[in-house]
């Protein structure tokens, strides 16, 4: 089964800041990767996805990029953080295209001040 | 587009007792799959239960059971015998055409001894 690994898994980061969040999987292949933001209180909201290596989908318009440099690594950017990015962000796995299930990192929770 | 309402923003439940998780969705699609994800308190989001749209039979997982209604639009969670260790937030989720999931904003539960 899938395991993923995420880090940091706190960042605490001042407005104009640059930002990198990694996220890296195990235990299977060409996965579909996801980036989801969770603001308090509230469900997942969908950021980026990826089908392969440098195949990055962009959901919503933001501050914020991806990269997926290597089949089993995620990388969630951005190179001035608003506070509004403030968040949990969340790095998923699937086994590829029509796969059902996610398999979900730790998270990540960014505070931006 | 698709769509997921949980009416429900916290729950309090005696321990021992069943519990209902209401989520009701909106799609066009006539193909969809349904899931129930649970988030403790340290964030990561635990795969619960998986209802394809063409099932016959209502899932279960364990304690876990999903109450589908096609008809009505709803895929209500029942959690059978409610532990201390339940209380979580628990998300509803749809799966559309493009294998994007798509969240409701999630039902607190908590179980009282």
């Known amino acids: 089964s899938q395991t993923i690994h995420q880090w940091p898994a706190t960042l605490v980061q001042p407005v104009g800041s640059p930002l990198s969040l990694e996220c890296t999987v195990e235990g299977t292949s060409n996965p579909n990767l996801y980036w989801y933001r969770q603001a308090a209180g509230r469900g997942l909201q969908l950021l980026f996805y990826?089908?392969?290596?440098?195949?990055i989908s962009s959901e919503v318009p933001q501050n914020l990029s991806a990269s997926r440099p290597q089949d089993r690594q995620f990388i969630l950017s951005s190179k001035k953080l608003l506070l509004s990015d403030s968040g949990f962000y969340l790095c998923?796995?699937?086994?590829?295209?029509?796969?059902?299930?996610?398999?979900f990192g730790a998270g990540s929770r960014l505070t931006v001040l | 587009a698709q769509k997921i309402t949980q009416t429900q923003p916290g729950m309090f439940v005696q321990e021992k007792e069943a519990v209902t998780l209401d989520c009701t969705y909106d799609t066009s699609d006539p193909s969809y799959g349904l899931f129930w994800y649970k988030q403790p308190s340290s964030g990561e989001m635990i795969f619960l239960i998986y209802q394809g749209s063409y099932d016959q039979q209502n899932a279960t997982e364990g304690r876990y059971s999903l109450n589908f209604q096609k008809a009505r639009k709803s895929a209500n969670l029942v959690i059978s015998a409610s532990q201390l260790g339940d209380s979580a937030m628990y998300f509803c989720a749809i799966m559309d055409s493009n294998y994007q999931l798509i969240w409701g904003a999630g039902t607190k539960l908590i179980i009282k001894p």
């Open positions: 998923a796995c699937s086994r590829g295209p029509g796969a059902n299930v996610l398999t």
């Open positions: 990826s089908v392969g290596i440098g195949q």
